[in-house]
Nanobody, 121 residues
């Protein structure tokens, strides 16, 4: 079974840092773009960051670009999101995704179950 499992979420004070991990199994994702999305209650799923399959070029939302860093370890089939200078507005469930065919929701075929990040003011 193809699975993406996020970990590392939790409660942190504003201004603090948190590191998320995404472990992939059932398939090698070396040739896939990987992404992070988030969704807060009452809001639509929102793009946070992505990293390409070739060259590792990364992209960020305006909110994340100066504070978050996406990285990957192809040998371990893992993806990471380092989040610094966290704000209360960053509170959301964070989801890891893999592109696959690129025809899935928001251009990603595979999705994890999410990990909750809560930032206290």
């Amino acid at each position: 079974q193809v699975q993406l499992v996020e970990s590392g979420g939790g409660l942190v004070q504003a201004g603090g840092s948190l590191a998320l991990s995404c472990a992939a199994s059932g398939r090698t994702f070396s040739n896939d773009a990987m992404g992070w999305f988030r969704q807060a209650p009452g809001k639509e799923r929102e793009f946070v960051a992505s990293i390409g399959a070739v060259g590792g070029v990364s992209y960020y939302s305006d909110s994340a670009k100066d504070r978050f860093t996406i990285s990957r370890d192809k040998a371990k089939n893992m993806v990471y999101l380092q989040m610094n200078s966290l704000k209360a507005d960053d509170t959301a469930a964070y989801y890891c995704a893999a592109s696959g065919s690129g025809r899935g929701r928001y251009g990603y075929d595979y999705w994890g179950q999410g990990t909750q990040v809560t930032v206290s003011p």
